[in-house]
């Protein structure tokens, strides 16, 4: 196990929480059976901690278009290109655990355009890397070419949204370097 600190910033003692906040990393830690440094990381600015984990959950866990794993893969699509090694280490765990595919994560975070995706999340990727790289460049045609794969305008959106709160994620992660936790690399390796 890693003995390096989990953020260059303070990590609070649990004790110390608010109620809802010591809660939401309870309840992280029994379905994991660890704590996300992530969780830590920012639960010495409760506020924050609050906003950032409503709009995960808000874009994250909603019904959509996009099934769990596409949202994964655009997280760790993103994270790639934007050189956070947390979410890249830390969500290729959860992709590989909701794809069923223990190969998936490490071909998307390194170039999608040759892992063993469908076209259709290719072109989701090559979008959230638009997105996440050149937005002031997306036009009709970039929505056009997503219709043409069944995504529709919510779709899109939620394709835009998890791009951009990522690439804040990624910054507020490099930043703080901010450690993925030892367990998140080995998870989803083995798929039965």
Known sequence: ????AASRFPIPDLGGLPDDILASIMAVQEKAGFIPNVFLALAHRPAEFRAFFAYHD???ERDSGLTKAER???VVATSGDNGCQYC???HGAILRIRAKNA????QVAINHRKADITDRQKAML???????NRSNEVDDADFDLLRGHGFDDDDIWDIASITGLFGFSNRLANFASIRPNDEFYTMGRTIN
């Open 72 to 74: 994964e893969m655009i």
């Open 126 to 132: 090559d979008f959230a890397l638009k997105v996440s």
């Open 1 to 4: 196990m890693s003995t390096h």
């Open 88 to 90: 890249v280490v830390a």
């Open 103 to 106: 190969l998936i994560a490490d």
């Open 58 to 60: 808000a874009l994250m």
